[in-house]
């Protein structure tokens, strides 16, 4: 049979787990910033929460995104996006009358398509943070470092209705006339079984 298309089908996930290696700077938190592709030239931000620089510089946070659209068109956007990973400090010191505004420590850029080429379409790095100038400050000192996971997945129902589209009616031995008795019920559980997990 043809290829089939459905909507909704594709689920992103961006988890930021830690930092290590920080200058650590007086009176200030770290955050992450990612940056997505939302299409049309036009991208998303998302920020972690911010953390004291003197803590142990864990977030362990998940962002789960669904791409909607067909399977086709979702897949082909993501093998071409990335995500961009900021790591941004911000000073917590009293300032009258005015907003801190954050400074980018380094950056580094992941490319979806190498979660498609992973195990399973899931990625665990420490991904090296680039500085703004690409200069380290001490030579010796290691560079920033931020631990992320990346995981692409087709959502549940996706997956039974493109099983159901799959099978000929004669694979599981139980047809008769064009009929698939214990198919149907099986289908029905399973769909039955998504929703609640929903």
């Known amino acids: 049979?043809?290829?089939?298309?459905?909507?909704?089908?594709?689920?992103?996930?961006?988890?930021?787990?830690?930092?290590?290696?920080?200058?650590?700077?007086?009176?200030?938190?770290?955050?992450?910033?990612?940056?997505?592709?939302a299409g049309n030239n036009k991208r998303v931000q998302i920020n972690t929460q911010q953390i004291p620089t003197k803590s142990?510089?864990?977030?362990?946070?998940?962002f789960s995104l669904d791409c909607s659209g067909s399977d086709e068109d979702s897949i082909s956007l993501l093998k071409q996006g990335s995500v961009v990973f900021e790591l941004r400090?911000?000073?917590?010191?009293?300032?009258?009358?005015?907003?801190?505004?954050?400074?980018?420590?380094?950056?580094?850029?992941?490319?979806?398509?190498n979660v498609f080429l992973s195990p399973n379409m899931e990625?665990?790095?420490?991904?090296?943070?680039?500085?703004?100038?690409?200069?380290?400050v001490d030579e010796d000192a290691k560079p920033a470092a931020v631990q992320i996971g990346m995981k692409i997945q087709e959502s549940a129902l996706a997956s039974?209705?493109?099983?159901?589209?799959?099978?000929?009616?004669?694979?599981c031995g139980c047809c008769t006339?064009?009929?698939?008795?214990?198919?149907?019920?099986?289908?029905m559980f399973a769909i039955g079984a998504a929703f609640e997990a929903l």
């Open 177 to 187: 006339d064009g009929m698939c008795s214990s198919c149907v019920d099986y289908d």
């Open 89 to 113: 400090w911000r000073s917590t010191a009293p300032f009258i009358g005015r907003i801190n505004g954050s400074k980018l420590l380094g950056r580094a850029e992941i490319p979806w398509k």
């Open 123 to 136: 990625i665990e790095n420490w991904v090296v943070m680039i500085p703004k100038d690409n200069k380290w």
């Open 56 to 62: 142990d510089l864990i977030w362990n946070k998940t």
């Open 1 to 37: 049979m043809g290829y089939q298309s459905y909507s909704s089908s594709i689920s992103c996930e961006i988890r930021i787990i830690g930092a290590k290696n920080i200058d650590l700077k007086p009176q200030g938190e770290v955050f992450v910033r990612c940056y997505l592709s």
């Open 160 to 171: 039974i209705k493109r099983r159901k589209n799959d099978r000929k009616w004669d694979e």
